[in-house]
């Protein structure tokens, strides 16, 4: 259950209108490895980016913008059993620089920019806004899906909802 609502909720929320890269993927990217095991967790950001995607439109440069999903869910697993407000910011900001790092070297290396060290650098520093919005909505949504995850399951705790509710 938790598996589809993530994903169902990651393809709505990148349709709806949002400011350039203001979008929940590395969250919920990061809250997959969190809570799901291993294979879900890398499931759920490329399932959604890939259904999405389809609508969107696919890129040059799409293996290494899913690549860097499929590292920041590696990341969430990190969070298993330190999940407090410090290491969940910490790793948001980690994985808004990987993604960026990650996916300006492949719109680089693609071509959309020149193959040179200047290109290079010139498809770093034009991706600087993107990077900005990127680690404010990571930080934003991963903030949401956590802290009201853990709400509900402090709520829920010895009910039979439980079971339906929590993956731990």
Avoid: Q
């Avoid at 959604?48 to 499929?70: K, N, P, Y």
């Avoid at 010139?122 to 990571?138: E, H, K, N, Q």
């Amino acid at each position: 259950m938790l598996v589809i609502s993530l994903i169902i909720t990651g393809i709505l929320l990148r349709f709806a209108p949002h400011a350039p890269n203001f979008t929940p993927v590395a969250a919920i990217a990061l809250f997959g490895g969190a809570y799901l095991n291993r294979k879900y967790a890398l499931i759920v950001p490329l399932a959604l980016m890939a259904v999405s995607d389809m609508f969107i439109g696919m890129h040059d440069a799409v293996i290494f913008t899913w690549g860097s999903f499929a590292v920041i869910s590696m990341l969430g697993l990190l969070l298993k059993n330190r999940k407090n407000p410090a290491a969940i910011a910490g790793m948001s900001v980690l994985a808004s620089v990987i993604f960026y790092a990650i996916s300006n070297f492949g719109v680089w290396i693609v071509g959309w920019y020149p193959r040179t060290l200047k290109g290079l650098v010139d498809c770093y520093i034009m991706g600087l806004p993107f990077l900005r919005d990127f680690t404010v909505a990571t930080l934003v949504y991963s903030a949401g899906f956590f802290g009201v995850y853990e709400a509900v399951a402090h709520l829920v705790k010895g009910k039979k909802l439980a079971k339906v509710l929590l993956t731990k």
